[in-house]
Each structure stands twice: as C-alpha cells, then as structure tokens.
C-alpha cells in the first residue's frame, strides 16, 4: 500500500511526500520448505522538497525512513535449525537518511554539473530476548550505525570523436561510529563497536561507443 502526494505551488518550489506499508509471509527455501519467522510488516516515509534560486542552482532537503518490527522471531533468520541454541528475540530494525545538498547545473554548459551534499545515515537494530537458553549478550545487544559524510561530485558531458563521455568526479568525507551496547550498558563482545574516518575520491568515466557498447571504468 502506498500513498504518495507531490505538490509545486510556485514555479521556484517543489515538494514530495510517501508513505508506504508492505507485508511478506515467511519466506521458502530453496528446496521449498517454509522459513519460520520470516514474515515481517515494513512501513517507509519520505518527504523530500526543493527550492531553486534560479535556473542553474537549487537546494534541496530529504528525509527517509524504514520500519521494521519483528515478534517472538528466531534470532538467526537463515538457519532455523539452530533456533534452539541462540534463542528467540523481539526485533526493531530502522534505518533513516537525511541530506541537504546544494546543486549547480548552468544551463549551456556540459562540463558543470555539481552536487554538494551533507548526509547523515542512521542505522539502528534493538534486540529483547524472548527465548534466551544461554543467557548471552548476543541477544539483547542494541546494534547502533551513524554515518556523517559530506559528499562533493561534478558529472561533464562531452564528446571526442564518437565517443560520448559522462565524466562523474569526486570527494567522500565522512565518520561512521558504531554501537553494540548490552542491557548493561557495555560493549557486546561478539560486536564490538568503534569509530570509523575515511576521505575517498572517485572518478567513473561512462563511454558510449557508437550505438551498442557502453564502458564504464571506474577507480575509488
């Protein structure tokens, strides 16, 4: 089920709601047989709006998010066979992403065509033991992920000979800082967290050759 609601009320704003629910039955294996507690019920949000100071230049927020709660399901959902010795648990997994970015595309010009982003990702499973026969951490563990990145790329299009070319470059900078915190309040063990900082560039050249052959080298 799904609803969506798109709205521009002024030629320079622009705006976009959804929200959207599904269910899965329990899963079959690849020989058929049924997977217990594989059947979940997933909602999702998103509302995204752009304002656009003139023709080459916009603004740009979003917002998503994904749900979903399990209960009284096995704790290892690819291996039913070892329910017993791991136990069974209450799920809550979500994962939210949330960016500003700041575009810039000149109209007339192929070589520019820039994004500026600033994005936070947060990624959350929480564990409640329902069935826990070895009293391990494992299973009341709550599984916290968040990721700041600023993220800076240009794509330019052109042509050399006949060859087409869509020349994306870019910069990555970001932390990512994880959790895996027990009942207690003490780092899991068996999932340690730490913290995580990165600076990436990336250059990704796709290449249209005549009508039929695409090549894309790519190196990060």
Known sequence: STSILAFSPYDDFEALLFFGIRTSENRDDGAGDEILGTEFEQTSALAKATYYFDDASSLTFSYMENDIPERDVNYNVFDPSVDSAFGRVDRDTQDAIAYLEYGFDPVGNDLIDLTA???????????????????????????????????????????????????????????????????????????????????????????????RLTLTPAVR
């Open 117 to 211: 982003r600033l994005q936070f990702k947060r990624e959350e499973v929480a564990l409640d033991p329902i069935l826990n026969p070895f009293m391990t951490d494992l299973l009341e563990a709550d599984h916290l992920t968040e990721t700041t990145s600023v993220i800076v790329e240009n794509t330019s299009r052109f042509d050399t000979g006949t060859v087409s070319h869509e020349l994306l470059a870019g910069l990555e900078i970001g932390r990512r800082e994880r959790s895996a915190l027990t009942d207690a309040g003490i780092n899991d063990t068996a999932a340690p967290g730490g913290t995580d900082d990165y600076v990436a560039l990336f250059v990704q050249n796709e290449l249209s050759i005549g009508e």
